[in-house]
């Protein structure tokens, strides 16, 4: 790792405490380590998550603090040990920038489990100083966390796939289902939940998008390309819809009940979870007993995964329905996000908002 002491002084837009209100903030990058990549920001994306740590809604937030995880930049210096990227390379940086590299996860190439894992911003890293991300002119990072992004894949169009569409086709390809010919079903339709309409109608399956109201039906169906569309208040399509699918992707960011939605699953039927929550979830034992169903949880995924999952996107065709903003338009972007506002991922233009200048 390179020394921040001669680092070079680079700026972001940060938030200063929990109102989560973000502002120009400059602050210094190390120096290029021997196997680090420095890149210029060309697009990152906007996740919920962004919201959640800017305004301390997790208890954890440490100011001030530079969000943005789903970053892609163009590489424009290389550490001498670097060989995975040349000047010029288009990269993508996700959620973590370190790992032990000694644990099990980490060995087995899940590091995104590893217990020292070193998030991309709101952390520090093993030298002490704060980890910042993607809402800036420029990152540093660890040659191991960046991936190369497809020839021909725009970068507005590869930032989202960086968290929202890692955190769909981990799950799926972790418990066998990226086979086609499944039923799944997709809880919440935001930024994370139409890149899982989108990624597993591209693996072949009949895809059932389970909302809370009827306001996005036409969209999931005519543009998202989902099969059909469920309002969970609807007692009756919720009872045809029972013991019908193989899955169910909940992607709701907010405390729900997980009851109306258990009876969907078949036997052996898996209900994953993928949306940060503070509060604790209930249910009752025989609704998963039964059919022996299974509750379980995913976190974004591997950087091998994340190759894969660029590799597949970029061959199918999958692409994400995105609205492009730039930074001085962020915290009217975030105060939308919030109001679940946007359709159906924001993509912050870091390069055309000339940071640097």
Known sequence: ????????????WAAKDSSGHLSPYSY???????????????????????????????GMSRYPMVPGHEVVGEVV?????????KVGDRVGVGVIVGCCRNCHP???????????????????????????????SNMIVDQKFAVKIPDG???EQAAPLLCAGLTVYSPLKHFGLNKSGLRGGIMGLGGVGH????????MGHHVTVISSSEKKKREALDHLG??????????????????SLDYIIDTVPVFHPLEPYLPLLKLNGKLILNGVISTPLTFLTPMVM?????????????????EEMLQFCQEKGVKSQIEIVKMDYINQAMERLEKNDVRYRFVVDVAGSKLDQ
């Not at 790792?1 to 972001?12: L, V």
């Open 226 to 243: 989902a099969d059909e569309y469920v309002v969970s208040s609807n007692a009756e399509k919720m009872q045809e819809l029972g013991d």
């Open 290 to 306: 039964l059919g022996r169903k299974s509750i379980t949880g995913s976190f974004i995924g591997s950087m091998k995964e994340a």
């Open 28 to 58: 210094s990058l190390r120096e290029t380590g021997a196997e680090d990549v420095y890149i210029k920001v060309l697009s990152c994306g906007i996740c919920h998550t962004d919201l959640h740590q800017a305004k301390n809604d997790l």
């Open 195 to 202: 890149m899982g309409v989108k990624i597993a109608k591209a």
């Open 106 to 136: 980490c060995k087995s190439e899940e590091e995104q489990y590893c217990n020292k894992k070193i998030w991309s911003y709101n952390d520090v890293y093993s030298d002490g100083n704060p980890t910042q991300g993607g809402f800036a």
């Open 77 to 85: 210096e290389v550490g001498s040990n670097v060989s995975k990227f």
């Open 1 to 12: 790792m390179g020394s921040q002491e001669s680092g070079r002084i680079i700026t972001g």
């Open 153 to 155: 894949m725009e970068p």
